[in-house]
């Protein structure tokens, strides 16, 4: 089950914030070599920089939180029980859980407000509830992902996605 979601976030997630990152590489390529050979830029190039770079952090952010890749304080780890550590990291998934669905149900409100004023970027005139409904829909995504580990407990690190018997083929 866990390796399951692990390969949807893979495929879904990850896939996506890769075509994101990939396409700013070469958006930046192609308008820095237009304002350097052509002496013209592409309009509201920085304006999809900026929309691409949501996709790729908040893309990426499920699946960082599933994997536990984030940042953690470990320092004092070997001086608390596992049974302790356990019930820590169930309470901090409890925590993220709560504050990443406590961000998502705002950036909804505030998606809701921006489609409700009509607001677009400057250049583009691209709308921005969307790209705010994206990002609500990825943090209450996060948010569940944590709180199936208040439940289970993470794959253990270094895991593969894959079932054994498939991983064990040559």
Same mark, same amino acid.
């Given at each position: 089950?866990?390796?399951?979601?692990? +390969?949807?976030?893979?495929?879904?997630?990850?896939?996506?914030?890769?075509?994101?990152? *990939?396409? /700013?590489?070469?958006?930046?390529?192609?308008?820095?070599?237009?304002?350097? %050979?052509?002496?013209?830029? /592409?309009?509201?190039?920085?304006?999809?920089?900026?929309?691409?770079?949501?996709?790729?952090? %908040?893309?990426?952010?499920?699946? =960082?939180?599933?994997?536990?890749?984030? !940042? !953690? %304080?470990?320092?004092?780890?070997?001086? /608390?029980?596992?049974?302790?550590? +356990?019930?820590?990291? +169930?309470?901090?998934?409890?925590?993220?859980?709560?504050?990443?669905?406590? *961000?998502?149900?705002?950036?909804?409100?505030?998606?809701?407000? *921006?489609?409700? &004023?009509?607001?677009?970027?400057?250049?583009?005139?691209?709308?921005?509830?969307? =790209?705010?409904?994206?990002?609500?829909?990825?943090?209450?995504?996060?948010?569940?992902?944590?709180? !199936? &580990?208040? *439940?289970?407990?993470?794959?253990?690190?270094?895991?593969?996605?894959?079932?054994?018997?498939?991983?064990?083929?040559?």
């Amino acid at each position: 089950m866990l390796a399951r979601i692990e +390969r949807l976030l893979n495929l879904s997630t990850g896939a996506v914030a890769a075509a994101a990152l *990939f396409a /700013i590489m070469w958006l930046t390529l192609f308008d820095v070599g237009g304002r350097k %050979f052509l002496n013209n830029s /592409i309009t509201g190039a920085l304006e999809l920089t900026e929309i691409l770079m949501v996709v790729v952090i %908040f893309g990426a952010l499920p699946l =960082v939180s599933w994997r536990g890749e984030h !940042v !953690v %304080f470990d320092s004092l780890d070997r001086l /608390i029980p596992p049974g302790l550590q +356990r019930l820590q990291a +169930r309470l901090v998934h409890l925590v993220c859980t709560g504050v990443f669905g406590l *961000f998502a149900w705002l950036l909804t409100e505030r998606a809701g407000r *921006f489609a409700e &004023y009509g607001e677009t970027t400057v250049q583009l005139r691209l709308p921005m509830a969307p =790209v705010a409904w994206v990002m609500a829909a990825l943090l209450l995504l996060t948010a569940l992902l944590h709180l !199936v &580990y208040v *439940f289970r407990p993470p794959l253990p690190a270094g895991h593969e996605a894959a079932p054994p018997a498939e991983a064990s083929r040559p």
